[in-house]
């Protein structure tokens, strides 16, 4: 089974990658933005295994909504499908 298709409730997650180059480049904004919202009942958050998405790095996934995003983009993820829901 897929890890993300295995949480329950449906609820919005954000899956970090864990790989090599994500971990070189993982900044805070994850944290960051989680605090400034008060994303964490809204929210979670979980660890991913190497995506192959190497050049976004360090990259997201928004779960239910499919989208990949480098860390970059997260603000803007937030504010369009956390947000605004």
Not at 16 to 36: A, I, P, S, T
Not at 57 to 81: C, M, N, Q
Request: charged share 30%.
């Amino acid at each position: 089974m897929n890890i993300m298709e295995d949480h329950k409730n449906n609820k919005t997650v954000i899956y970090q990658c864990n790989g090599v180059n994500c971990r070189k480049k993982k900044g805070k904004l994850l944290h960051y933005y989680m605090k400034k919202y008060k994303l964490k009942n809204k929210i979670e958050v979980d660890i991913i295994d190497c995506n192959n998405r190497c050049q976004q790095a360090p990259v997201l996934h928004l779960h239910p909504d499919d989208i990949w995003f480098s860390e970059k983009d997260l603000g803007t993820v937030i504010k369009r499908y956390i947000l605004n829901k």
